[in-house]
């Protein structure tokens, strides 16, 4: 089946008229109205629970409307199912992708197919159409490998194939930069442009507002389940979008003085990790962090950052090499486990949030504590006392914004943002003289990254020593006072806050090497 030509019979691709969707007491979406034209990138940006994905889901017939009507060109249609959605030429492309990681990529874009299963000659015509598609939009997939042996990137865009192969016209991407690593940024933006030239309609879901001046016609910004503005992009910037979307003057930039650092307080020295199928996946790590300065590290997700956090953390064992906290050595052999950490005054912010910062299925009471139940302000004898925790987590959650304020709501139910700020409250609270912390703003709206990036600078300005780990250039710039970039498992070179520049870590990030500045990655 391959895409149908478009027949615009309406100015618009799709039109979501007075769409009104209510969760019990939650108002998710309030009377929106929102037109998407054909041939264009449109951005839809919001704080986290402002609607964005609700909407996106109606449309893709996950959720049913309370109220509204929604046209697909310039008709009135029912999407009950995303059957429905499919048929009427809508496709989405999820955070979390839905592929059958066991079958090849052909196999899986015939999945669902309506013909059922396609063998012999059939199959053969549906491997020429996909190959049609890819030429047409410069999707290039390896049809005939499995799944699981593909990079992210690459399953993204056998998700966008799977999408056009079934027809759509309009295509929906909720957040797709969040797991890609810069270079596969850069080809997404490629195949969404070449979508926009074919005359298909994308609607882009994300929080980062340079993508949206990147890439987009128009951007339309939902505050609390509602529409508060709309641009034509050329004509906007990236400070009145995060000003219509928080409704109020934002501080896009850090404000943080230079810093003074002290002694150092935690180090490696030459550590490496052999994983399970005898691959080194830490090269040689040596780095020293200070008292009163944040360290970055940049590199593409999956160049031994995770391991480096994994053994300082004390959640996984090294195989060689040493590692110092607060003058202690600890070596391959030396127990050292994450409650370890924490009593030597280290805390951990993990990268993989919900896997590993908290139970999504306990109440937040019990994600605030984690990993601190032993603490004695939290016990009666011993056991818990669970009205101290609820008091705990009231006061964490004060302190650190955290919405809705609370502690008996399941984990699950609140935002990533307001998840991730409970986390760092909770990491922070102990006033630790260490923080490793991963990927502290990933699928975080604006307003609590700012937020999230004031709390960082104030730990360093009182003393304490930061380890951070970022996908986001823009976040290591703005935030570290030295940079460490990795490649492949190795430290690969070292710049100060003032020498930094995104295309210096770039070419570094490539596995290019540079020269130790400052602290040097051996000292
Ligand atoms: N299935 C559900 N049951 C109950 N409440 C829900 C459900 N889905 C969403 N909500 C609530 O509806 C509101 C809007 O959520 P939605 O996920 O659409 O926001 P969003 O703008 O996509 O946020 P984010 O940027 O965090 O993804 C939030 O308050 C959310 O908690």
Redesign the pocket.
């Known amino acids: 089946m391959s895409a149908a030509p478009l027949s615009v019979s309406s100015a618009w691709a799709v039109e979501l008229v007075g769409i009104d969707?209510r969760?019990?007491p939650?108002?998710?979406?309030r009377d929106v109205t929102l037109r998407f034209a054909p041939a264009s990138i449109h951005g839809l940006v919001?704080?986290?629970?402002?609607?964005?994905?609700?909407?996106?889901?109606i449309l893709y017939g996950f959720?049913e409307a309370d109220g509204g009507e929604i046209l697909v060109r310039g008709k009135q249609v029912s999407i009950r199912t995303p059957q429905d959605a499919i048929r009427l030429g809508i496709g989405m492309v999820h955070q979390h992708f839905m592929l059958v990681e066991t079958f090849t990529v052909l196999e899986n874009l015939l999945l669902g197919h309506e013909g059922g299963p396609v063998l012999g000659p059939a199959m053969a015509r549906a491997r020429a159409e996909v190959q049609a598609l890819e030429q047409q939009f410069g999707l290039e997939v390896p049809l005939d490998a499995l799944v699981s042996d593909l990079p992210v990137g690459v399953q993204q865009r056998v998700e966008i194939l799977k999408a056009l192969y079934r027809g759509a016209e309009v295509l929906i991407l909720?957040?797709p930069t969040a797991v890609l690593s810069p270079p596969e940024v850069e080809q997404l933006f490629r195949i969404l442009e070449r979508l926009r030239q074919q005359g298909r309609t994308v609607l882009l879901?994300t929080?980062k507002l340079k993508e949206i001046m990147a890439i987009t016609d128009r951007v339309s910004v939902?505050r609390r389940?509602q529409v508060v503005a709309e641009f034509i992009t050329a004509e906007t910037d990236r400070q009145a979008l995060a000003d219509a979307m928080v409704g109020r003057k934002t501080l896009l930039s850090v404000d943080k003085a230079p810093a003074t650092p002290g002694p150092v307080l935690l180090s490696a020295q030459n550590v490496n990790v052999i994983d399970a199928r005898g691959v080194t996946t830490l090269k040689d790590a040596c780095l020293n962090v200070r008292a009163g300065e944040i360290v970055g590290i940049a590199g593409v997700a999956g160049n031994g950052q995770s391991e480096l956090l994994e053994v300082l953390s004390g959640m996984c064992r090294f195989d060689s090499g040493t590692v110092t906290l607060k003058g202690d050595e600890i070596g391959p052999a030396t127990k050292y486990d994450a409650a370890d950490a924490r009593r030597r005054g280290l805390a951990h912010v993990p990268e993989d949030r919900l896997k590993l910062a908290v139970i999504k299925e306990f109440p937040a009471h019990e994600s605030a504590i984690l990993g601190y139940h032993q603490d004695k302000g939290l016990s009666k004898g011993w056991r818990l006392d669970w009205k101290r925790v609820v008091a705990k987590t009231v006061s964490l959650m004060e302190q650190f914004d955290v919405r809705p304020g609370n502690p008996h709501l399941r984990t699950s139910?609140?935002?990533?943002?307001n998840q991730q700020k409970l986390v760092m409250a909770r990491e922070m609270d102990r006033e630790p003289d260490i923080l490793l912390v991963g990927q502290p703003t990933r699928?975080?709206?604006i307003g609590a990254i700012a937020f999230i990036h004031r709390q960082l600078v104030s730990l360093r300005d009182r003393g304490k020593a930061i380890l951070l780990v970022s996908a986001e250039l823009d976040e290591i710039l703005a935030l570290s006072d030295r940079i460490l970039v990795m490649c492949d498992g190795e430290i690969v070179g070292e710049l100060s806050a003032a020498e930094a520049n995104e295309s210096r870590i770039g070419t570094m990030m490539a596995g290019i090497k540079d020269t130790p500045a400052v602290e040097g990655v051996s000292a």
């Open positions: 969707k969760f019990g939650v108002h998710a979406n919001g704080e986290n629970g402002a609607g964005k994905s609700t909407l996106m889901s959720y909720d957040e879901i929080h939902l389940g139910l609140f935002s990533g943002g699928g975080v709206d």
